[in-house]
T-cell receptor, first 112, second 114 residues
Framework: QQQVKQSPQSLIVQKGGISIINCAYE??????FPWYQQFPGKGPALLIA???DVSEKKEGRFTISFNKSAKQFSLHIMDSQPGDSATYFC???????????WGAGTKLIIKP | EAQVTQNPRYLITVTGKKLTVTCSQN?????MSWYRQDPGLGLRQIYY???????DKGDVPEGYKVSRKEKRNFPLILESPSPNQTSLYFC?????????????FGSGTRLTVV
């Protein structure tokens, strides 16, 4: 019930295409869903986050889509660029709880 | 600059030789945590701390110790390292602001135990 399942494990997208990474959760008490981006040799960094009171949040080329009934959320990267090549982690937490439950990560490669 | 500083960045050691990886944050964050990252296994939490003198086990605490005597520091101690602790380690800190729990991660410590 505490797991967050992330897919795919790896993804190759052509430059200019749309990258889509999906996450699913079981615990309906989760109310905070962030995405983190990690470049090689660096720690993960917060990219974008959403709460279940909205179905979509957009920041530049990055969009989170949230489906509360399906207990799924996804990251969409529009007009993907080689600089977006990184590992992406989804996560979830509940209430005023710092503990994040992490997905396993997706290695994204954008081909020029 | 707001940051989490880990030292050392790289460490090669021998089995059984005690070591400490330091972590310090300059953001006055209440929460700090240690993770290890292994290929195909994502981020696994070792220990976390909600505030000074408050620590708790994460998912993979065996073989590790931590302490939180000051708010800014959260060292990770391996009393008797073994080869299965070879990994990439990250320290993170967080504070609740504007409805978000944004984690700030350090740059990582790559540990090899031979």
């Amino acid at each position: 019930q505490q797991q967050v399942k992330q897919s795919p494990q790896s993804l190759i997208v052509q430059k200019g295409g749309i990258s889509i990474i999906n996450c699913a959760y079981e615990n309906t008490a989760f109310d905070y869903f962030p995405w983190y981006q990690q470049f090689p040799g660096k720690g993960p960094a917060l990219l974008i986050a959403i709460r279940p009171d909205v179905s979509e949040k957009k920041e530049g080329r990055f969009t989170i889509s949230f489906n509360k009934s399906a207990k799924q959320f996804s990251l969409h990267i529009m007009d993907s660029q080689p600089g977006d090549s990184a590992t992406y982690f989804c996560a979830a937490s509940k209430g005023s709880n710092y503990q994040l439950i992490w997905g396993a990560g997706t290695k994204l490669i954008i081909k020029p | 600059e707001a940051q989490v500083t880990q030292n050392p960045r790289y460490l090669i050691t021998v089995t059984g030789k005690k070591l400490t990886v330091t972590c310090s944050q300059n953001m006055n964050h209440e929460y700090m945590s240690w993770y290890r990252q292994d290929p195909g296994l994502g981020l696994r939490q070792i220990y976390y701390s909600m505030n000074v003198e408050v620590t708790d086990k994460g998912d993979v605490p065996e073989g590790y110790k931590v302490s939180r005597k000051e708010k800014r520091n959260f060292p990770l101690i391996l009393e008797s390292p073994s080869p299965n602790q070879t990994s990439l380690y990250f320290c993170a800190s967080s504070s609740y602001r504007d409805g978000n729990y944004g984690y700030t991660f350090g740059s990582g410590t790559r540990l090899t135990v031979v």
